[in-house]
Each structure stands twice: as structure tokens, then as C-alpha cells.
T-cell receptor, first 115, second 112 residues
Framework: NAGVTQTPKFQVLKTGQSMTLQCAQD?????MYWYRQDPGMGLRLIYY???????DKGEVPNGYNVSRLNKREFSLRLESAAPSQTSVYFC??????????????FGDGTRLSIL | DAKTTQPNSMESNEEEPVHLPCNHS???????IHWYRQLPSQGPEYVIH???SNVNNRMASLAIAEDRKSSTLILHRATLRDAAVYYC?????????????FGKGTLLTVNP
């Protein structure tokens, strides 16, 4: 029962480096999400993908790009990492976006530090 | 999404029931009440959700007040593994229904 798998689990980058965070789900869900979690801030939505082939901005999209590679995979890219992007990143999926009755399933996160 | 209010922290003893309260006085008629929890160093985990009636599943029970302005998550027998931050979230069927808005939640400590 893999659910939502994120790689890598930990990463340290230098300012200005680029990196792609990978996320895959095996539940045949249509919708996928990227959140970041900072101390005292709760989770904030970066980008989401309602279905394969579509992506939309969330609350804090600046400095990030995403790709919905196929139904299973949704990646998050930092083109030029900044210390303010040090955070824990969570990927989530749900059967579809437009329902208040469906839960989201989360991965275990990627802990990213930018020096 | 409408706002929820939860205590910052609660403490329980192992094998005792735990009642985690949540106030949501501005809830709308189409808002579902969702509960998630986050164990240390893990992602949030869905626990339970409901609309009007009380709900039970293998993890917990959800008791919803008749006026829907408050709800209570009930863990029937707390274990050490239940120590986590518990989030009460309202999710509506319109507008920004694609996202979950996490507040600060309730940090539950379970004593052996």
C-alpha cells in the first residue's frame, strides 16, 4: 500500500541551484497537490493539478514550477533555490478536486534546506 | 473556507478516551467537517469527515452538534501512537474547494 510516494526525503541545496521534487501516487486519483509547511505557518498550497494535463497556482506559487507528467506523477521544480524556500514539502492526491466530500492523501514529505 | 478554533494542546493517558473539540460557528450548510492528524516527521493523515450526522470509522468517531457550530473528534482508547497534531478543517463545495486550509491544530500528548 504505497499511496503517495515522495523523493527524495531529504535534500540540501546551495542558493541558486535547481532541483525537482518527485511525487507519485498509485491510487488512480485525478487530482494532485503540492504544499509547503513552515514552523508556525501551517500547510500552504503551492500548486495543484485538478486532472492530468492541467495545473493551477495555489497560495504561494512564486519561485516554483510544476509538471503533471501523467496521471500518477506530479513534480515540483525550484529553478533557482533561495533560503526562503527552506521548508518541508508535501505532495497530496485526491480522487478529484471539485468535491468537499473527498479526503486528500499525503506523502511523508521532502525536507529541503537551502544554504 | 470558514474558520475553526481548537485548543492549542491537550493531554491524555494511554487507553483512556480522548475528546478533541473544534468550534466552527460560521460554518455554512454545505461545509463538510474534516479531521486530519500529523504524527511527528510525517505527512498529514486523513482521520474522518462528516456533514451532519455522527460518523464512526476504524480510527475514530466524529460527533457533530445539532446546530453544526461545533464538533468533537473522539479517540476511544488513546495509544502512544495517537500522539500527534490534530487539525479540524471545514471544506466547502464551492470557491476554493481544491485546497485544505490547515490552522495550528491541537497537539495531543499521550502519557504512558
Amino acid at each position: 500500500n504505497a499511496g503517495v510516494t515522495q523523493t527524495p526525503k531529504f535534500q540540501v541545496l546551495k542558493t541558486g541551484q535547481s532541483m525537482t521534487l518527485q511525487c507519485a501516487q498509485d491510487m488512480n486519483h485525478n487530482s494532485m497537490y503540492w504544499y509547503r509547511q513552515d514552523p508556525g505557518m501551517g500547510l500552504r498550497l503551492i500548486y495543484y493539478s485538478a486532472s492530468e494535463g492541467t495545473t493551477d497556482k495555489g497560495e504561494v506559487p512564486n519561485g516554483y514550477n510544476v509538471s503533471r507528467l501523467n496521471k500518477r506523477e506530479f513534480s515540483l521544480r525550484l529553478e533557482s533555490a533561495a533560503p526562503s524556500q527552506t521548508s518541508v514539502y508535501f505532495c497530496a492526491s485526491s480522487p478529484r478536486t471539485g468535491s468537499s466530500n473527498q479526503p486528500q492523501h499525503f506523502g511523508d514529505g521532502t525536507r529541503l534546506s537551502i544554504l | 473556507d470558514a474558520k475553526t478554533t481548537q485548543p492549542n494542546s491537550m493531554e491524555s493517558n494511554e487507553e483512556e478516551p480522548v475528546h478533541l473539540p473544534c468550534n466552527h460557528s460560521t460554518i455554512s450548510g454545505t461545509d463538510y467537517i474534516h479531521w486530519y492528524r500529523q504524527l511527528p516527521s510525517q505527512g498529514p493523515e486523513y482521520v474522518i469527515h462528516g456533514l451532519t450526522s455522527n460518523v464512526n470509522n476504524r480510527m475514530a468517531s466524529l460527533a457533530i452538534a445539532e446546530d453544526r457550530k461545533s464538533s468533537t473528534l473522539i479517540l476511544h482508547r488513546a495509544t502512544l501512537r495517537d500522539a500527534a497534531v490534530y487539525y479540524c478543517i471545514l471544506k466547502n463545495s464551492g470557491g476554493s474547494n481544491y485546497k485544505l486550509t490547515f490552522g495550528k491544530g491541537t497537539l495531543l500528548t499521550v502519557n504512558p
